[in-house]
């Protein structure tokens, strides 16, 4: 293909949620996430970002549900399949401080050919891999 830029990269993932603060609370709370935006659009909307701590990767778009069919994918937006992957470069320091801050894994820590991998639910019930690949 030409035409395209060489140095492109997945920036942002949209996520819907149902309340933006609880949200946030979640996110950084929880999983140890920056607040990187929290930006009044008006009319009750707001963009929202979160981001890890280290800065890497995608930021997340705490989008707030504003229709019926928007509120019927919150927790499920991808069919029950794992959403996201959240890389780490030390599973079980992770992995335990996780647990600690109350986060649901939904099996135990598995070691596949590709990492260290275990299936952890958001405060919605969207379904993450905490993973540490294989270097």
Do not use: C
Not at 3 to 24: K, M, N, P, Q
Not at 33 to 51: A, C, N, P, Q, Y
């Amino acid at each position: 293909m030409t035409g395209f830029a060489a140095h492109r990269s997945i920036a942002t993932v949209a996520l819907v949620v149902a309340d933006y603060d609880e949200a946030i609370s979640w996110y950084v709370g929880k999983l140890g996430f920056v607040l990187t935006d929290d930006i009044d659009l008006g009319e009750s909307k707001r963009w929202v970002t979160v981001t890890p701590a280290n800065g890497q990767g995608a930021r997340l778009l705490l989008a707030e549900a504003s229709d019926e069919a928007q509120k019927s994918r919150i927790g499920n937006q991808t069919g029950g399949r794992v959403f996201l992957f959240l890389e780490t470069a030390d599973f079980a320091r992770d992995h335990a401080a996780m647990l600690e801050n109350g986060v649901e894994f939904r099996e135990a820590p598995r070691h596949e050919p590709y990492g260290t991998v275990a299936v952890f639910a958001d405060l919605y019930g969207n379904l993450w891999d905490l993973i540490e690949p294989k270097r």
